[in-house]
């Protein structure tokens, strides 16, 4: 098992969820966030001045996957959330040790 974070633009999570649900993919918890990296944020006016934000709106969605579907997974996120400009997002891979369903106690990729 896999969990994949993603961390993308608001306006992508629609078509992300979209695309991991025609894979089957039903589940993730999708978490609003801010950040920046290389692009170091951005800026705004507020009454003329400009203000240095520093921190850039984004999503971070997490889903666990079966280790045979992370790749199909990741396809369709960078598809769905690619416009090709800085700022786009970043995708990062964890092994999944374990899992459990609380309601029904199934495990691992039963629970998935």
Known sequence: ????????????????????????????????????AKQMGHNERYRGPKLDVGFVPKVTMILCVKDEEKDAAMKAIVES??????????????PLAEALRIRTGER?????
């Open 81 to 94: 959330a690619k416009t090709g400009n800085v700022g786009d997002g970043k995708i990062f891979v964890l």
């Open 108 to 112: 691992d990729d039963a629970a998935l």
């Open 1 to 36: 098992m896999q969990m994949i974070v993603a961390v993308v633009k608001p306006n992508k999570v629609e078509a992300v969820k979209s695309a991991l649900t025609r894979l089957g993919i039903l589940g993730m918890t999708a978490i609003e966030s801010k950040g920046y």
